[in-house]
């Protein structure tokens, strides 16, 4: 990963996930699978587990981290029990 902060790794995660990800997306069919974007490249990769999809793109980016996401959700885990779903 190139010398980003936390919050600019996530801000460029995010941009990514809602500018080229999203929009290509059927989220009706995806809801719940994990996405791991690289975000230096934009490439990303869709699985139905964290450890999946991480495995997935690390064959292709073997020393890279990842931002992950859950299709159709905010957040990829719940410490309360409830993963709320994306309002748009």
Do not use: C, W
Not at 12 to 27: A, D, R
Not at 49 to 57: E, R, S
């Amino acid at each position: 990963m190139s010398e980003l902060i936390l919050s600019e790794f996530s801000r460029k995660g995010e941009e990514i996930y809602n500018t080229k990800i999203l929009p290509t997306l059927s989220v009706a069919e995806l809801k719940g699978k994990i996405v791991a974007i690289e975000v230096d490249s934009g490439d990303f990769f869709i699985e139905g587990t964290v450890v999946k999809a991480i495995t997935l793109a690390q064959k292709t980016y073997p020393n890279k981290k990842f931002y992950l996401k859950r299709i159709g959700y905010q957040v990829v885990h719940s410490h309360r029990g409830v993963v709320r779903k994306e309002v748009k």
